[in-house]
């Protein structure tokens, strides 16, 4: 049986690769892969993805961000977030979701 989570995430900051002749931005879909490690967690392999919903406004989107997290067990988790775009490189983002 799954457990239910409820986790609240904190700011980030994310930036993109973009060509010279246009400004940075942050791109509206991306799967990744990593290692995530910590001091109260355990080292595990995550796969992390991004995928834009809707505009709210000139410089602010909603999005998902589900991703799949492997240690001991598998663990999905899927937050929403609202992505907020300061200026050409930075791009906070806070939001909640369930895992």
């Known amino acids: 049986m799954m457990k239910l989570n409820v986790a ?17 931005q942050v791109p509206d879909y991306y799967v990744g892969a990593g290692v995530r490690a910590g001091f109260n967690d355990d080292t595990s392999f995550v796969i992390d993805s991004k995928a834009k919903v809707v505009e709210l406004g000139d410089r602010t989107t909603l999005s ?7 240690d001991n067990s598998t663990e999905l988790r899927l937050p929403i977030s609202v992505d ?16």
């Open 8 to 24: 609240l995430w904190s700011a980030a900051v994310v930036g993109a690769m973009a060509s010279q002749a246009q400004a940075q």
């Open 84 to 99: 907020y775009a300061l200026d050409q490189a930075l791009y906070p983002y806070a939001g909640a979701g369930v895992a």
């Open 64 to 70: 998902v961000r589900p991703s799949l997290v492997f």
